[in-house]
């Protein structure tokens, strides 16, 4: 059996800690939309975008067009649970790439790894996600 990697100490995602978190959301989506019986390649063109080569013009073409397919398929994916999941999977891999994932919406504190591990699309951290069910569903 091969050992679990060992995250770095510390509270901050590192390198190596979003690659793994980026894996399970591309994971996660894949799964997703498995599930929901489309083939999706938008991930694949995307790994293509940034290979050189004769690729370039038509991967161009194609971002134009994903602009405003991608804003109707958002629409589409609102309207169901598993969709708002895949739109929240499609934050968390923005937020990786803007470079601000395992930062908490909230309080903008870092998430906790466990937390992420579990949930790797995390918005908030456990503090302040316990805050929001709170309001939801009020104990009195
Ligand atoms: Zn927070």
């Not at 399970?24 to 999706?40: D, N, S, T, W």
């Not at 934050?91 to 601000?100: D, M, P, Q, T, V």
Request: hydrophobic share 30%; net charge positive; aromatic share 6%.
């Amino acid at each position: 059996m091969i050992p679990r990697a060992r995250f770095g100490g510390g509270n901050t995602v590192n390198k190596r800690e979003l690659k793994h978190f980026e894996k399970r959301l591309i994971e996660e989506r894949a799964q997703l939309l498995k599930e929901r019986g489309y083939i999706e390649d938008k991930i694949f063109n995307e790994s293509q975008r940034d290979a050189p080569g004769d690729l370039s013009a038509y991967s161009v073409h194609m971002a134009d067009q994903a602009s405003d397919a991608q804003e109707r398929e958002k629409a589409y994916h609102m309207a169901s649970a598993e969709g708002r999941l895949l739109y929240h999977i499609d934050e968390a891999l923005g937020r990786i790439k803007e470079g601000i994932y395992g930062k908490c919406d909230g309080c903008g504190k870092k998430i906790q790894k466990p937390r992420l591990e579990v949930v790797p699309h995390a918005r908030l951290c456990i503090e302040c996600k316990k805050a929001e069910e709170n309001g939801t569903a009020q104990q009195s």
